[in-house]
């Protein structure tokens, strides 16, 4: 990946080009990338690339890096929007935008808010929004959780901080902003449920990704809230439960 990055080439390229000298005038870019990448910065920074969902995204360190587990809750939101006619869709927590983009490349009807604290990460995100053409039916809002949503939506898809204070390396290359969950990994994902209530559609879902031994907390925080009336919850491939998803009724 790194190599494809300092000669620009795709894979078909690299390979056919494998025999060939490596250009001397790369050798110092080339020398640069490696250090970087020794250093702990992960690749999808350096090359500003990361795949998610068949789609290429651009990233940087202003986002998270987006994971393949989070896939999974992709598929449970194209899933459950197939019930709606024009579903309107709120990602909160967009980052980069791969959830609300990979939402919208596969709903040609969908109207998708996507909710940020960061400023920083929503100018990545509109990036990614004009890569793959679907600016004109994502509305980026800049705020905290569900506060800026002007409406009640059909689904709410939030990947939000659940990695608690003390398992934060020092040494991370990614925002702490985007990582941070507090003591227990769940003080962001508490304030979203207080706020859920008012911002859900009669008969809406709570798409949520969580963390190792997170489900039971979750499940009971979302059984507190009077609308919800069945709670589910999604192992990914490894067979850790990543995603909840709480119906309203």
Do not use: W
């Amino acid at each position: 990946m790194l190599l494809r990055h300092v000669l620009y080439y795709d894979r078909v390229q690299l390979y056919q080009n494998m025999e060939q000298e490596f250009p001397t005038d790369k050798l110092k870019t080339l020398e640069s990338v490696i250090n970087r990448r020794i250093k702990g910065e992960p690749s999808a920074y350096i090359t500003n690339h990361k795949e998610f969902y068949g789609l290429d995204f651009y990233v940087n360190s202003a986002v998270l890096i987006p994971r393949p587990e989070t896939e999974h809750l992709v598929e449970r939101a194209l899933s459950l929007a197939s019930g709606y006619k024009y579903p309107v869709i709120a990602d909160i927590g967009t980052g980069s935008g791969a959830i609300a983009i990979s939402l919208a490349v596969n709903i040609p009807s969908v109207k998708i808010i996507a909710v940020d604290i960061s400023f920083e990460a929503l100018k990545t995100a509109d990036i990614n929004c004009h890569r793959h053409n679907v600016n004109n039916r994502i509305t980026l809002l800049c705020g905290n959780l569900l506060e800026p949503l002007p409406k009640k939506t059909d689904i709410i898809a939030a990947n939000l901080p659940y990695v608690s204070r003390e398992e934060i390396t020092a040494n991370s290359c990614e925002p702490k902003l985007a990582l941070n969950g507090g003591e227990d990994g769940l003080d962001i994902i508490r304030l979203l449920c207080q706020q859920v209530g008012e911002k859900m559609n009669k008969d809406g879902h709570l798409l949520l990704e969580i963390g190792l031994r997170q489900k039971d907390a979750v499940i009971a925080l979302l059984k507190g809230i009077p609308s919800v009336n069945e709670v589910e919850v999604i192992p990914d491939l490894s067979g850790i439960d990543r995603i909840v998803c709480a119906s309203f009724g």
